[in-house]
C-alpha cells in the first residue's frame, strides 16, 4: 500500500517536472536571450529603427537623480492599477534631511478603467479633490508629479503621449492623446482647485529616484509586480531619438513589449500562449506575461524571468572600466535570491546591490519634481516677475479696459495713453467687393507692393502678384522727403513692371504707424515706431507727402483713396474669408491690435449709428506709468537703450522687436553671478543684438531645441553644458510665455468690451492675426488661445491667421472706399435736376436707398446734401414709414 501510494506521487511529481521543465532555462538559453534583448535595447535607442523596436526606449526627460538638495512641499499622483494613490510630499534638506509624506488610496472601478478617458480623468480628479479637503489645502497651488505607470512618448518632463494602455486598463479616447493635458481638462471641468504640473514620470523611473534619494549611486529602476519594467540613465549621446550628446537622460524601457516581434517565441511555453489568448490585449506585452503571475513561491516560477533583469546591468553606458552599482527591485525574497544569482552569473564583470524601495514611485515623483524645480530655482529669482497669475493677468485686462474708455473719450483722449484712433473704415468685406488695385504695405525694414485683382466671374476670387523692396537703414532714419521719394520710386518700379504706368489704379496704402485720420483718405502721423526716425513727417499728413513725391516724378499718376494700418488690413483680409472676424491683431516685430466699435462710444467722431473700426495703438500702454509693477529691470534696461526712451513701453515688452535682446541681457547677468557658463562672458554675449527673436523659437522647438542652443551659444562664443542649454531654454519659454499673457490680457479686454456692447450673455467671433513671432514661434500660438479662454471663458474665439498679409486688406478697404466714391457720384447725378434742397418724402426715401442700399426702404430717412457731393451724407431714423 505504501509503495503503492510512494509511486503514484512519485509518478505525479514526475508529471509535474515534465510539465515545469519548459518553465527551466538553462544558461545558455538565458544568454541566447539577453543578447536578443541587448539587440532591441539598440534598436529602442537608434532613430531609424525606434518605430519598429518592440523595446521602445522611451526617453523621460529626467536629466539627473537627487543629489540631497532638494527642498520643498509636492503633491504627487500614482496611477498604474486598480488603486490610485494621491500623496503630499514634504521634503527637507540640509543636515536634517527628510521626507515626510501623508496619502490616501482610491479605487479605480472597473467600469471606471475600461470606460471613457474623460469618465476616468473626472474621476481621478474627484479624487485629488477629496485629498485636498482631508488636508485642508484647497486653495494651495501646489507643484505636481504625476506617475503614470503606463507607455508614453514624452517630448519633455510635463509632457506625456500615451502609447498603450496596459494592466487591464481600456479607457477609450487616451491613446495618442497627452495625459497631462488631459489631467489639466479635467481640474478645469470640475474648476474648484489649480495645479502646477511639473512633471509626468513612469513608477520605474520614480522608484529609482526614491533609491537615488537615499544612495546617489542608484542609476537603475526595477519594477517587478502587477506588472514589470526597468529604467536606467543612459549617455545622451547613444540616444538618438532626442536631441544633444552631453550628460544622461533616463530611459524608461519598456520592455514589457520584448518578444512582441516574435522573437523569444522559443521559449515561450503553451501556457504562456494562452494566457496571451485570454489578454486584453492579444499579441502585446509577451515579455510582461512570461512567467509574472507571481502566485507561488516556487523557484520554476521565477528563474525564466531573471534573464529580463540583466541586460540593463552590462556597463554599456559607462566609460571602460565602470560598471552599475544599484537596482532597486520590489519583490519576494526567492524571486529576488534568484534574480541576483543570475544577474552575477550572466554579468560576471557587474558589482551590484540591490536595494528594495520602501516608499513607492509616488515619492519618486515628487522627487522628480523637486530636481526639475531646483534645476530652475536660481533661474527662478531673476525671472520670477515675469510669471504672472491670472488674478495679476485679470488686473491688467482692468487696466487696459480702463485706458480703452480714456482712449474714446473727447475730453480724456488727450491724456490717454491707448490712443484709440478711428480709422473711418466702417465695416468688414461683405462680399460684393471687386477691381483692379494697388496696394502698398510700410511698416518695417521691407516695404511691400501688391496688385490685387478682386473678381466675380463665378465666385469671388482674389489674385495677387507682388514684390519687395529693401528700405535701407540711411533712409529709415534720414529725411521724411527722401523716405517717400523712395516709395515713389518703388512703386513706378512696379507700376512699370506690371505694364500699368499709364493707368490711374485706386491704391490703398498700409501705413504701420500711429495715424491720427480724418478721413479714410487723410492720415496725420503722430509718432514713428519700430526704429523709424524720418525726420519732417510726425504732424504731416503722409499721403500729401506720397501725392507730393509723386507728382514729382511725373511718369505715373495714382489715386491714394485709403490709408490703414497693418492691424486693420490684417482684420479686413481675415474679414474676406470669415464675416464675423472684428478683431485684428499684429504680433512680430511690433504689436497692435484694432477691432469693430460702436461708432456711439466713440466720442471724437460725428455720429451714432452704426460702427467704425479702431486702431488702439496698444504698443504705447503703460507709457504712463501704470505697468511699472510689472516691468522688470530688464525691460527698463531696454527702454533706455532704444530710439524712443520712455515711449511704447507695452511693445517693447513683448514684440519680436525686444524679445531676442530681453533674453540677451538676462543671460549676461546670469553668467556674471556664475550660474551659467561657467561665469564666462564672450564679447559676442555682451554685444547687442547677437541673441535675436528667431533663436528663442529655434530653441523652444521640441525636438531640436537643445541642439539649436547649443549652437546658437556656441556661435557667442560659449561652451555650454547640458545644463546651460537646459537653462537658456528654460529662460526663453518664461519670456515668450510673458508675451502671451500679456497679450491675452490686453486682447480678453477688447473681447470683453466687444461682449458688453452687443449686450449679449456670450460672444462668438473671430480673431485675425498675423507677424513673424505669432506665426514663428512653436509654443506661442497654443499657450496665447488658452490664456485667452482661460481669461474670458464667456468668449468662443476663432484664430485665424492672415495668410496673404496685410495688404490684401489694404487693397479691400480701397475697394471699398471706390464703392462709396461711385456711389457718391451716382447721388450727385441724381440730384443734378433738383433745383431745391426741399425734397418730398419719398425722394428721401429714394435717396437714402440708393446711399444705403436696400436696408431703409421701409423707414423714414433724411439725407442732406449740398452742391458739393463731398459733404453729402444720410442717416436712418429707424422709423417705420
Not at 541576483?340 to 519634481?369: M, W, Y
Request: net charge negative; proline share 3%; glycine share 8%.
Amino acid at each position: 500500500m505504501v509503495t503503492a501510494v510512494a509511486q503514484r506521487l512519485a509518478s505525479q511529481r514526475k508529471e509535474i517536472d515534465d510539465t515545469l521543465e519548459a518553465f527551466t532555462l538553462s544558461s545558455t538559453q538565458l544568454q541566447q536571450v539577453k543578447e536578443r534583448m541587448r539587440v532591441e535595447l539598440e534598436r529602442g535607442l537608434k532613430k531609424d529603427t525606434h518605430h519598429t523596436a518592440s523595446v521602445k526606449m522611451l526617453p523621460s526627460y529626467v536629466y539627473r537623480t537627487p543629489d540631497g538638495t532638494e527642498r520643498g512641499k509636492f503633491l504627487a499622483l500614482d496611477l498604474g492599477g486598480t488603486n490610485f494613490r494621491v500623496l503630499v510630499v514634504k521634503i527637507r534638506s540640509g543636515i536634517r534631511k527628510s521626507v515626510r509624506m501623508y496619502n490616501k488610496i482610491y479605487a479605480i472601478p472597473l467600469e471606471i478603467m475600461q470606460g471613457t478617458g474623460e469618465e476616468l480623468f473626472d474621476h481621478i480628479v474627484h479624487c485629488i479633490s477629496d485629498f485636498l479637503d482631508y488636508m485642508g489645502m484647497k486653495n494651495t497651488r501646489l507643484p505636481l508629479g504625476f506617475t503614470f505607470s503606463f507607455p508614453c512618448s514624452q517630448t519633455g518632463i510635463d509632457k506625456g503621449t500615451l502609447v498603450s494602455w496596459t494592466k487591464g486598463f481600456k479607457a477609450t479616447d487616451c491613446e495618442g492623446h497627452d495625459v497631462v493635458d488631459m489631467l489639466r481638462e479635467a481640474i478645469k471641468r470640475q474648476n474648484e482647485f489649480d495645479l502646477d504640473i511639473v512633471a509626468v514620470v513612469n513608477d520605474t523611473v520614480g522608484t529609482m529616484m526614491t533609491c537615488a534619494y537615499e544612495d546617489p549611486k542608484c542609476e537603475i529602476g526595477l519594477i517587478a509586480g502587477t506588472g514589470s519594467n526597468v529604467c536606467y540613465m543612459e549617455a545622451m549621446k547613444n540616444i538618438e531619438v532626442v536631441e544633444g550628446d552631453n550628460g544622461q537622460m533616463c530611459v524608461n524601457t519598456e520592455w514589457g513589449g520584448f518578444g512582441d516581434n516574435d522573437n523569444i517565441e522559443d521559449i515561450r511555453t503553451k501556457f504562456d500562449r494562452e494566457v496571451d489568448q485570454g489578454s486584453l490585449n492579444v499579441g502585446k506585452q509577451r515579455c510582461e506575461q512570461l512567467s509574472f503571475s507571481l502566485r507561488d513561491d516556487s523557484d520554476y516560477y521565477c528563474e525564466g524571468s531573471v534573464w529580463c533583469c540583466v541586460t540593463p546591468s552590462q556597463p554599456r553606458t559607462r566609460p571602460s572600466g565602470h560598471h552599475y552599482d544599484n537596482i532597486c527591485l520590489l519583490s519576494f525574497y526567492s524571486f529576488s535570491g534568484i534574480l541576483k544569482e543570475t544577474v552575477k552569473e550572466l554579468a560576471p564583470k557587474c558589482e551590484v546591490e540591490f536595494v528594495l524601495s520602501e516608499d513607492g514611485s509616488g515619492k519618486g515623483a515628487a522627487l522628480i519634481t523637486a530636481v526639475a524645480r531646483q534645476h530652475h530655482r536660481e533661474i527662478d529669482k531673476y525671472l520670477y516677475s515675469m510669471r504672472f497669475s491670472d488674478e495679476t493677468l485679470r488686473d491688467i485686462m482692468s487696466r487696459f479696459r480702463m485706458e480703452m474708455e480714456k482712449g474714446l473719450g473727447r475730453d480724456t483722449n488727450p491724456t490717454a495713453t491707448v490712443k484709440m484712433l478711428p480709422t473711418f473704415v466702417r465695416s468688414i468685406p461683405d462680399g460684393s467687393e471687386k477691381g483692379d488695385f494697388i496696394a502698398l504695405d510700410l511698416g518695417g525694414s521691407n516695404f511691400r507692393i501688391l496688385r490685387v485683382k478682386v473678381s466675380h466671374e463665378k465666385k469671388q476670387t482674389v489674385q495677387m502678384e507682388s514684390q519687395n523692396y529693401e528700405t535701407p537703414e540711411d533712409i529709415i532714419h534720414g529725411s521724411g522727403s527722401r523716405l517717400f521719394d523712395h516709395v515713389a520710386e518703388c512703386l513706378g518700379d512696379f507700376m512699370e513692371k506690371q505694364n500699368i504706368k499709364d493707368k490711374k489704379l485706386p491704391v490703398g496704402f498700409t501705413f504701420s504707424f500711429p495715424c491720427a485720420h480724418t478721413k479714410l483718405d487723410e492720415a496725420v502721423l503722430l509718432t514713428w515706431t519700430k526704429r523709424f526716425k524720418a525726420s519732417g513727417v510726425e504732424g504731416m499728413d503722409v499721403v500729401k507727402l506720397l501725392n507730393k513725391a509723386i507728382k514729382k516724378r511725373g511718369d505715373y499718376d495714382a489715386d491714394i483713396m485709403a490709408v490703414v494700418n497693418d492691424t486693420v488690413g490684417t482684420m479686413m483680409t481675415c474679414g474676406f474669408d470669415d464675416q464675423r472676424c472684428e478683431v485684428g491683431i499684429i504680433i512680430g516685430t511690433g504689436t497692435n491690435a484694432c477691432y469693430m466699435e460702436e461708432l456711439r462710444h466713440i466720442d471724437m467722431v460725428e455720429g451714432d449709428e452704426g460702427r467704425m473700426c479702431i486702431n488702439t495703438e496698444w504698443g504705447a500702454f503703460g507709457d504712463d506709468g501704470m505697468l511699472e509693477d510689472i516691468r522688470t529691470e530688464f525691460d527698463r534696461e531696454i527702454d533706455r537703450g532704444s530710439l524712443n526712451p520712455g515711449k511704447q513701453l507695452f511693445e517693447k515688452m513683448v514684440s519680436g522687436m525686444y524679445m531676442g535682446e530681453l533674453v540677451r541681457l538676462i543671460l549676461v547677468k546670469m553668467a556674471k553671478e556664475g550660474l551659467l557658463f561657467e561665469g564666462r562672458i564672450t564679447p559676442e554675449l555682451l554685444t547687442k543684438g547677437k541673441f535675436e527673436t528667431k533663436h528663442i523659437s529655434a530653441i523652444e522647438k521640441t525636438k531640436e531645441g537643445l541642439t539649436k542652443a547649443k549652437e546658437i551659444l556656441t556661435r557667442l562664443g560659449v561652451e555650454p553644458s547640458a545644463d546651460d542649454c537646459i537653462a537658456v531654454q528654460h529662460v526663453c519659454a518664461i519670456v515668450s510665455f510673458r508675451s502671451a499673457n500679456l497679450i491675452a490680457a490686453t486682447l480678453g479686454a477688447i473681447l470683453a468690451r466687444l461682449k458688453d456692447n452687443k449686450n449679449i450673455p456670450r460672444l462668438r467671433t473671430t480673431v485675425g492675426i498675423d507677424g513673424s513671432l505669432y506665426k514663428m514661434h512653436p509654443q506661442y500660438s497654443r499657450r496665447l488661445h488658452k490664456t485667452v479662454r482661460r481669461l474670458v471663458p464667456e468668449c468662443d474665439v476663432r484664430f485665424l491667421l492672415s495668410e496673404s498679409g496685410s495688404g490684401k486688406g489694404a487693397a479691400l478697404v480701397t475697394a471699398w472706399a471706390s464703392r462709396l466714391a461711385d456711389q457718391t457720384r451716382q447721388i450727385a447725378e441724381t440730384l443734378a435736376d433738383i433745383p431745391t434742397a426741399l425734397i418730398s418724402l419719398n425722394c428721401k426715401v429714394m435717396l437714402a436707398a440708393i446711399f444705403f442700399g436696400n436696408h431703409c426702404f421701409q423707414h423714414k430717412c433724411v439725407v442732406t446734401f449740398s452742391h458739393n457731393t463731398k459733404h453729402l451724407f444720410g442717416f436712418c431714423t429707424q422709423q417705420p414709414i
